[in-house]
């Protein structure tokens, strides 16, 4: 079973309160460049620094809320409005507009769509959309984010070289998935 982007839905709702983040500071300070690129940069660099909240996106269920900036606790709303101004100071000082680009991803994701494609193959398991949901996000959850804006450093260049120490961490993210979610019966035979 090879995996596709179309074959699930998922959502992190920290791109939610990064975007309101970046908007509420691009306000204040109007020496910055506010394009469409720049605010990419600036969301890349800060959704690499926290903690993602990857939830599936169940078929017939109804899409849930977007999370609020203003209703996150005191520590993390601290911790977001940190790291925007942090991304803003560095995106300020070098934008990179002119750049050739991509739209703004989780190359992460690229690289866990690949991994599960094999386990499922190996394991003889097929998953409907909303168990592949589930289990991309779940994986996700466990391993660092690696947003990118840029078509440096793709995921599928990166792919080839990965190195075996990470496609390990990769695997062992997604057997947790599958342990937590009990998922590991859905065999074809
Ligand atoms: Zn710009």
Redesign the pocket.
């Given at each position: 079973m090879r995996i596709r982007p179309e074959d699930y839905a998922i959502h992190n709702a920290m791109e939610d309160v990064v975007e309101q983040a970046v908007e509420k500071v691009l306000e204040e300070d109007k020496r910055a460049?506010s394009?469409s690129?720049?605010q990419d940069d600036i969301k890349a660099q800060m959704l690499n620094r926290l903690q993602h909240r990857y939830h599936p996106l169940l078929t017939g269920q109804p899409k849930p809320p977007g999370l609020e900036l203003e209703d996150l606790e005191t520590g993390l709303f601290n911790k977001v409005m940190l790291e925007c101004y942090k991304a803003l100071q560095l995106v300020k000082v070098s934008?990179r507009?002119e750049h050739d680009r991509v739209e703004l991803t989780n190359t992460t994701e690229a690289i866990l769509g690949f991994a599960v494609s094999e386990i499922l193959s190996n394991q003889k398991l097929f998953f409907e959309r909303d168990d592949l949901s589930q289990l991309m996000a779940e994986s996700l959850n466990g391993l660092e984010p690696a947003y990118k804006t840029t078509h440096k450093g793709d995921a599928f260049s990166r792919v080839a070289e990965m190195d075996p120490t990470y496609i390990a961490y990769v695997y062992s993210a997604i057997f947790h998935a599958l342990k937590v979610l009990d998922l590991g019966s859905r065999r074809t035979s």
């Open positions: 460049c394009c690129m720049c934008p507009h």
